[in-house]
C-alpha cells in the first residue's frame, strides 16, 4: 500500500509524518497515534513504531541489567535497533506500508487497514 496522496489531518504529507512516526520511537509512535484520526498509512507506521520500538526499550533495559554479558547483548540488540529504525523510516518516507511480522499484524488492526 502506497501513501495517499493526500494531506493529512494535521496538514503535512503523510510520507513526511509516516517517517515521523519513528523519528522518536516509541514515543512519536504515541503522539501520531493521538494526533492523526484519519489517514490509516500514518497510523499504520505510529502504531507499527509503538509496537517495535516499546518492547525493543523494555528488553535492552531488561538484559543490560545482567552484569557484562547483558551489557554485550544489549549492545548488540541497540545496534540492531538502529539498522531497523534507519530502515523503517526510509519505508514510511517512500511511502511503503513495510509490515514486521508481529508488530505489523498489531498495527493493521489499530489503523483499520
Not at 530502515?87 to 513495510?98: I, N, S, T, V
Amino acid at each position: 500500500m502506497e501513501a495517499p496522496k493526500t494531506k493529512t489531518s494535521l496538514g503535512i504529507e503523510p510520507n513526511v509524518e509516516a517517517l515521523l512516526c519513528y523519528v522518536l520511537g516509541w514515543v512519536t509512535g504515541i503522539v501520531f497515534l493521538a494526533l492523526e484520526r484519519e489517514n490509516k498509512f500514518v497510523r499504520f507506521h505510529a502504531a507499527q513504531s509503538l509496537a517495535t520500538f516499546l518492547p525493543l526499550f523494555v528488553i535492552v533495559i531488561i538484559i543490560s541489567a545482567i552484569p557484562f554479558i547483558g551489557w554485550i547483548i544489549s549492545l548488540i540488540i541497540s545496534l540492531l535497533t538502529l539498522l531497523l529504525w534507519l530502515f523503517l523510516m526510509f519505508k514510511a518516507f517512500q511511502g511503503e506500508k513495510y509490515k514486521l511480522p508481529v508488530a505489523g499484524d498489531f498495527a493493521e488492526k489499530q489503523s483499520g487497514l
